[in-house]
């Protein structure tokens, strides 16, 4: 969930009264927020900074409030006192409206086809006649970057760039140039620079940094620029310091370019509807043309109001109350969302406004409705239908197998599901292709880059971190692995593997070979190659020659046993024998 700082203060003067802490604590659980923490500008630089040097910084006291995460209207001062005092009754929603400009010269933002090969679309508005103090221009500043960080997904969906509007002239051109091509001052920086010296620049930038690898191996870069060549922004990167906003700007150009034009309308409606309240004319917004390579011209923002009809009686089912239609339609109104009863009294006509994108289905309008009503008004009750819940017959069978293994004397690890592609591919002696293994699309470390494909490595680096321990060492786990499936809805399917491994001074093949035995027995499987199960000597990298068997259940190959071959043993830094078994389970089901 993110984290919302507001200045105590400032929230309480801009609400029109003060609470105690527990208050404000109780008003934000009703209205399904929670109060995260209390803390104050001097405690957080302290904590980054040091003791030392905390003395400089104001004792404000700062309220740190989790919002959910759809929630997107509440990230800033803005959104969430518009919401608690609607919340509360002592406010309207308002209503927000696009305007034409009064000169009729409507500011145009036109898009290149080769925008195409980086960032396709563009979204536009303008904010005129906007008074900004300090505390709004930072609010302002900040709902961008909680915005870049939660809906843009880290720019890579939308990047915002907010300018000065009295500084540039349009209309404005959104293009896509060669590197070098493309030369200007970037925000706060004294001499101009061109696009492969910015990128040097900002390489050792803690915050921008992060948002390079965007376009840095692209062939061209994303620029817009106004009608005298002046450069607004190099998108997702960094704005031109030339259109830089302050406290003095009266006229905002807002631009958003993105690879989803959903969600860069969706940014783009946020944004001047928590600031639009700043405007001489407040609530309204000043449209923007935004003309596309194929000619299509959109009118922008959208600031989309639709109706939804929902029965009451589905409400009160869903939530487990009893209310009329008329209550509910007040729960409803204070959440933002402004709500009549329908002329047959029993449906509900509820208008979704542009803030509230988070609202798709009628589920999420009874959430709403149970959020007002209060979640500990509900009445609990006993539900009127037994339902006598039964284990799944995979887990039984784990379940029983995982007390019989531990009794046949080997002790049972649980390692993570997921491994670096070494682990599956390299260390095992074979080519990743091959593997069938799921993944990560961005992993966060080396070491959990894929979905494991086989129990083995994990066990292997469990022995490997346990090599003091006295020998033999004797593991086993039964968990899922995943591999690729095409058949499936989601492309990958889980398989429940039992593995085990024997490590000590001599490879112990008797023993892995035993503990099938054993499983099989447990299974009621006899040992018949036709019906039962067998085994055949087979070929595996991992294994060594001559020493590997492959299992079967009647026709259908389950797994292998034997003896893993020393170069396997070496690259998991152990050095006694090791022989290994790993079986499918799921066919004895």
Do not use: W
């Amino acid at each position: 969930m993110p984290t919302v700082s507001v200045k105590r203060d400032l929230l309480f003067e801009t609400l029109g009264r003060t609470y105690t802490e527990e208050e404000f604590d109780e008003l934000c659980f009703e209205f399904g927020l929670e109060l995260d923490e209390i803390t104050s500008e001097k405690d957080i630089i302290s904590k980054e900074q040091g003791d030392c040097k905390a003395g400089s910084a104001s004792d404000v006291i700062l309220f740190k409030i989790d919002v959910p995460a759809n929630r997107y209207d509440l990230l800033c001062l803005e959104g969430l006192v518009r919401g608690l005092q609607v919340f509360k009754e002592r406010i309207e929603a308002p209503r927000y409206k696009r305007i034409l400009p009064e000169n009729g010269t409507i500011q145009r933002l036109i898009i290149t086809e080769e925008t195409a090969k980086v960032r396709p679309y563009a979204v536009a508005a303008v904010l005129r006649d906007i008074k900004l103090s300090r505390e709004k221009y930072e609010s302002l500043i900040e709902l961008q970057e909680k915005l870049h960080q939660n809906i843009c997904r880290r720019r890579t969906l939308v990047a915002i760039g907010t300018h000065d509007l009295d500084t540039i002239s349009g209309p404005f051109t959104y293009t896509a140039l060669p590197p070098s091509d493309i030369k200007f001052k970037p925000l706060n920086q004294s001499k101009e620079l061109t696009a492969p010296e910015i990128m040097d620049l900002y390489r050792a930038d803690s915050h921008l940094k992060h948002y390079l690898h965007i376009i840095e191996n692209k062939e061209v870069y994303p620029v817009i620029f106004d009608s005298n060549g002046v450069v607004l922004s190099m998108p997702p990167i960094i704005n031109g310091d030339h259109t830089k906003i302050n406290v003095n700007t009266r006229n905002v150009f807002i631009e958003c370019t993105a690879t989803d034009l959903t969600k860069a309308k969706i940014t783009l409606d946020i944004l001047v509807t928590m600031f639009s309240e700043y405007c001489e004319n407040p609530f309204t917004v000043e449209a923007a043309e935004v003309i596309y390579p194929d000619g299509k011209t959109y009118i922008l923002p959208d600031l989309p109001y639709r109706k939804e009809l929902v029965n009451a009686d589905l409400i009160n089912k869903k939530i487990g109350i009893c209310e009329s239609p008329e209550s509910i339609a007040k729960l409803l109104t204070r959440m933002y969302l402004k709500t009549e009863v329908a002329n047959d009294g029993q449906h509900l006509e509820i208008e979704i406004p542009p803030t509230r994108p988070d609202v798709i289905h009628a589920c999420d309008i009874v959430e709403d409705a149970a959020i007002a009503y209060g979640y500990n008004n509900i009445q609990m009750t006993i539900p009127k239908t037994y339902t006598i819940a039964n284990q799944l017959p995979l887990n039984k069978l784990t379940e029983l197998l995982r007390q019989d293994v531990a009794a046949a004397g080997f002790t049972e690890a649980l390692t993570f599901a997921l491994c670096s592609e070494e682990d599956i591919a390299s260390k095992l002696c074979v080519d990743i292709s091959v593997t069938k293994a799921v993944h990560i699309a961005n992993p966060k470390t080396a070491e959990f880059q894929v979905a494991r494909t086989s129990l083995l490595p994990g066990l292997l680096k469990t022995i490997s971190a346990n090599r003091k321990m006295p020998l033999p060492m004797k593991l086993f786990e039964i968990s899922d692995i995943v591999v690729k499936d095409s058949s499936k809805d989601v492309g990958a399917a889980n398989h429940r593997h039992l593995c085990a491994v024997y490590y000590n001074k001599n490879p112990g093949f008797e023993v892995i070979h035993g503990l099938l035995d054993r499983i099989m027995q447990l299974l009621n499987v006899q040992p018949d190659k036709e019906n039962g199960y067998g085994i055949k000597a087979t070929k595996d990298p991992a294994f060594f020659p001559g020493r590997c068997a492959e299992v079967f259940a009647g026709s259908r190959s389950i797994g292998k046993l034997g003896v893993l071959h020393p170069d396997v043993i070496t690259k998991f830094e152990l050095t006694m024998p090791c022989s290994a078994l790993e079986i499918n389970i799921e066919p004895f089901l």
